[in-house]
């Protein structure tokens, strides 16, 4: 077939690549080469945009084993024990296919995970839609069944995450998660073949013609057309993915495997080159013998076929039954494709023919990098000023419709759907300020907390990074935990506008600096661009996944549990003034606008109210702990007495709505006997703590002097909560 420009822009390379690609192979390539270095050179594989600004971010740390570079990111937990962990996202194909995209994004990073000889024990999502309408309800409701589906299926419990609602995402909703697991320090695997002779083996299920050009469509806007892409959207099997976990795990205790590398974006095409390039090696591969559920596929079409629930490993020369018995016990297709070569070429044979030669390099590590423009002003479609006059309202009003607010309701309704307690693993699951499970066989649990805003990082990306990363180590400082690293994906619009692309490095620069000042390197991630239809792009996107640790035991819940402990503000009442007020929850809901700057963090202070809060965990002081985040001190009263006991507290004089609602950092509710000892421990390190009040039976009570500012029942507060997402659904399925 002629290669001609229209055929190279259907492949989403510009002439320049194309003429890059002949360069690297000396000549024109083949239909099929193409479609290979198409799928390889996409933003989705190759980070072509993203990658020189990645690499500001900090990597390494005293318990980092495996940095980027792998399927997972690996930290040493203690002892000879070791956790994988990652997030991928699946934007894209869960807008086109709400179900298979989120639960093709599910298999995926659970692949990515036990890929490296780890067993999944635990999922967490974050997920954004359009403001609720019947539409993007429609999407939602997709999308929560497919992660449900798929996790519940397969046996991994999804123990937390967000979600949030903004126009932006209408178009693009984001589909973000993050899996970790479990594993000793000498069982883990990875992607590197070795070993001229070995056989290249192909296990798990068949391959179709779904998910061709996945990772093509994964890295380009949506238009009025993209509803066309639907197979391009993969479909998946859980059933057969836990069956191929096993007896990938049990294969890979045979002493065997070599290397093994999931058939994620770009199918056999990114896992043979990929696993070639990093060990130096050449793959042939012979695609007569590659298991086929569908006739008549060109190799085109089996090189580029993303069906799930398929595994290409290196095996020892010789040991080819051994790995074949293990995965005939367990039912699945197990078939040597190929060779190791030292020649490093990827050879594909198809049908008597060469069908593509390319250097692995020249797919893995040669493609464009490009350094674009982003000497423009980040781009904010909010404006700096407010309105000339914020008017104060009824404050129990405003807190009765903070609290069942889209972003702010309860999520019970879709994580009720998830199986969060199967393998008995998890202490603390949704709804806590981070997730919790154990380690069987150790004294060591491990926190997660997953957090992402993306209305701070549109008034300011850096600012509202660091926020973000400030925000989740907090939340696993609540529970008593040290983050330790971390993984983000970073979702954004076109980075061929100058305004987007600076978006991001300006996010990508804050979280490298907050990470550093938090300790918390980055282990590895995903970046998801193009995130825009029509032109619109959503709002800037990172999402941040720390992993902390603590010593087993019972974390620190976040509700009040007993009447009559004193309330102790960690960190003191902070403050705001008007500009910092536009980008809070108040603002966005009661005022219906947003504007000015992101709350001012103070880094160094925040290290010091997480070492508090952590002193105080760590002596058993805290009958709760809850961090303040969106929504501000009332909000998160509110959401310490969800559980029937609620507080009466006081604050100083001032404006009331600024006081109550303003979303300033560093800051953290504890329940406590002994407030002494608390107000002691954060006068050690360097923080400002107040008692504001006490619990107290059945109602939250505010007020400042001989002021009430909130005088509502708990069960008030309760019922508007956990009644406002089933309502919006019922509702806009109805309109």
């Known amino acids: 077939m002629k290669i001609t420009p229209e055929l190279i822009k259907k492949h989403q390379l510009t002439q320049g690549e194309f003429d890059k690609i002949v360069s690297l192979l000396g000549r024109e390539p083949s239909y099929t080469e193409l479609g290979v270095f198409s799928v390889m050179w996409s933003e989705h594989c190759s980070y072509k945009s993203s990658r020189i600004h990645l690499r500001k971010l900090p990597n390494e740390g005293k318990y980092v084993v495996q940095g980027p570079g792998e399927n997972a990111g690996v930290i040493g937990i203690g002892g000879d024990w070791v956790v994988a962990f990652k997030i991928e996202s699946h934007n894209h194909p869960s807008y086109i296919e709400p179900f298979q995209g989120a639960a093709t994004g599910v298999g995926g990073i659970l692949r990515d995970i036990f890929t490296m000889g780890a067993r999944p024990i635990a999922v967490l999502d974050s997920l954004r839609f359009g403001e609720p309408n019947p539409k993007n309800m429609r999407i939602l409701a997709g999308v929560v069944s497919g992660i449900s589906h798929y996790g519940n299926c397969f046996g991994v419990p999804t123990v937390g995450g967000e979600c949030k609602f903004d126009d932006s995402y209408a178009g693009n909703p984001l589909v973000n998660v993050f899996a970790l697991g479990v594993c000793k320090k000498d069982e883990i695997f990875y992607a590197k073949a070795s070993g001229i002779g070995n056989p290249v083996i192909y296990v798990g299920a068949k391959t179709g013609r779904d998910g061709i050009h996945g990772a093509s469509m994964a890295s380009a806007e949506f238009d009025e057309k993209s509803m066309e892409k639907r197979p391009n959207v993969q479909v998946g099997d859980p059933f057969m993915e836990k069956l191929l976990l096993e007896a990938c795990i049990e294969a890979m205790q045979t002493g065997a495997i070599v290397a093994i590398q999931d058939m994620g974006a770009a199918g056999l095409t990114s896992s043979s080159c990929e696993m070639g390039s990093r060990g130096g090696v050449g793959i042939d591969i012979d695609l007569d013998k590659v298991p086929q559920r569908e006739k008549g596929m060109t190799a085109y079409e089996m090189l580029l076929s993303e069906s799930q629930e398929r595994m290409l490993l290196v095996a020892e020369k010789g ?60 781009y904010r479609k909010f404006p700096m000023e407010g309105p000339a ?66 209305r701070y990082c549109a008034l300011d990306p850096r600012e509202g990074t660091k926020l973000m990363v400030a925000e989740c ?101 902070g403050t705001t003034d008007a500009t910092r007020f536009g980008s809070t929850e108040y603002a966005k809901v009661l005022l219906g606008q947003t504007w000015g700057l992101p709350p001012a963090l103070d880094m160094d202070y925040e290290l010091s109210v997480h070492n508090a809060m952590r002193a105080v965990a760590a002596e058993g002081l805290a009958g709760s702990a809850h961090d303040l985040g969106d929504g501000g001190l009332a909000v998160a009263l509110a959401e310490c007495s969800y559980g029937g006991i609620g507080a009466a507290v006081a ?47 059945a109602r939250l009570q505010i007020q400042n002097g001989m002021r009430s500012l909130i005088d509502i029942p708990v069960a008030d507060l309760s019922n508007t909560f956990e009644s406002a997402l089933p309502n919006l659904i019922h509702t806009t399925n109805h309109a």
């Open 651 to 697: 604050i100083p004089d001032g404006r009331a709505d600024f006081s109550l609602f303003h979303e300033g950092p560093s800051r953290i509710l504890v329940s406590t006997k002994v407030p002494e000892r608390v107000l002691e421990l954060a006068r050690e390190n360097g923080v400002e703590a107040v008692v504001i009040g006490a619990t107290m039976k």
């Open 389 to 454: 006059e914020i008017v104060e309202v009824d404050c129990n009003a405003a807190l009765l419709k903070l609290v069942g607010s889209p972003d702010l309701c309860s999520k019970r309704w879709i994580w009720e759907q998830y199986d969060y307690q199967v393998r008995t693993n998890t202490l603390a699951g949704p709804g806590s300020d981070a997730a919790v499970v154990r380690v069987k066989g150790t004294d060591t649990s491990i926190a997660m907390s997953l957090d992402g805003n993306g």
């Open 319 to 378: 040991r080819e039954e051994e790995v074949f018995h293990v995965f005939r016990k367990w039912g699945l297709d197990a078939v040597t494709i190929g060779v190791v070569t030292e020649d490093g070429i990827l050879r594909i044979r198809h049908q008597g023919r060469i069908e593509a030669e390319i250097p692995n390099p020249a797919l893995a590590d040669e493609a464009p990098k490009y350094d674009r423009p982003h000497n423009a002003a980040p």
């Open 473 to 573: 180590c907090r939340n696993l400082a609540t529970t008593g935990a040290v983050p330790v690293a971390a993984t983000n994906n970073l979702n954004f619009g076109n980075p061929e506008r100058p305004e987007i692309m600076a978006q991001l490095v300006e996010s990508i620069e804050g979280m490298a600096e907050a990470c550093r000042h938090f300790e918390s390197p980055i282990t590895g991630g995903n970046v998801s661009l193009y995130n825009e239809t029509l032109g619109e792009a959503i709002l800037p996107t990172p999402v941040l996944g720390i992993v902390g640790l603590m010593k087993t035991a019972a974390p620190v819940p976040s509700a009040f549990r007993e009447e009559g402990l004193s309330v102790v503000l960690l960190g003191g009442f």
